[in-house]
């Protein structure tokens, strides 16, 4: 029997323009009446995987950045936060590269440098309480997470130019086609998800996640029941057991109907 179900954001839960299914909210109720837990996991923010679910978001396990925090009821159960001489030093690596922005993610606010306009209207879409700093270099707050915005394609551009040198001192994932993510090497969204199973006592047998992309492949190795989307990159496929139908054709909730909902009719 499924215990917990773990389901990313961006090209997985939502649709293309960013939107819920329809009918996700009568689907999260049910879940919850028979006490299977959901897990919203995402490289958002906290506060911004909050405003998705709305007056539902009590009924909603959040791992946030990736895994560097998990939230529920409001209360914090988890955070793990960058060594902050590592950020300083990506900070200065970063200015090398070309087309590049970055954003530093801390647990109640986001910090950006450049005011580009196009760069701001990506921002906006993941992170709705940011500040425009004058150094990012001089951002105080502990940040859980680093991500940076690549005009030219991270996994072509920003990814090859940075994993190199980083990926012994921190985990550097590919989480969309312009979205880089840097974060430490014992935080990821599978950690965070073995978290809340040995809070619960769950297995892997009976945990289900649904992923699209790189961020997401520790995720779909904490449980049996994993399933890539069908819209996810050829090279993220392999590490799911299943596949289910895309994010614009509500591949999700499809999946929890078809296999658990239905057991209960």
Request: net charge negative; with cysteine; aromatic share 12%.
């Amino acid at each position: 029997m499924i215990k917990l179900i773990a389901t990313d954001m961006d090209g997985t839960l939502l649709n293309n323009k960013g939107q819920l299914p329809k009918n996700f909210f009568n689907i999260l109720n049910k879940l919850n009446s028979k006490n299977i837990i959901f897990v919203a996991a995402s490289g958002r923010p906290y506060y911004t995987l909050e405003n998705n679910f709305e007056e539902e978001k009590d009924k909603v396990y959040f791992v946030a950045e990736n895994g560097a925090v998990i939230m529920h009821g409001g209360n914090e159960l988890f955070s793990k936060f960058l060594d902050k001489k590592i950020v300083n030093d990506i900070i200065e690596d970063s200015k090398k590269l070309n087309h590049c922005h970055l954003v530093l993610c801390a647990e109640h606010k986001a910090y950006i440098q450049s005011t580009k306009k196009e760069f701001i209207t990506e921002v906006e879409k993941y992170y709705h309480n940011y500040d425009i700093v004058d150094s990012l270099n001089k951002v105080s707050d502990d940040i859980v997470k680093i991500s940076i915005y690549d005009f030219e394609g991270s996994l072509e551009n920003s990814y090859l130019k940075l994993d190199p040198k980083w990926k012994e001192a921190a985990l550097i994932t590919v989480s969309g086609k312009n979205w880089l993510d840097i974060g430490r090497t014992d935080v990821n969204k599978g950690e965070a998800i073995k978290f809340l199973q040995n809070k619960f006592n769950i297995s892997e047998m009976e945990t289900m996640v649904f992923g699209d992309n790189f961020n997401d492949i520790h995720m779909l190795q904490s449980a049996y029941y994993s399933y890539v989307m069908e819209n996810a990159p050829e090279e993220v496929k392999k590490y799911g057991r299943f596949t289910a139908e895309s994010n614009d054709d509500e591949g999700v909730v499809r999946v929890i109907e078809d296999k658990i909902l239905e057991k209960y009719v």
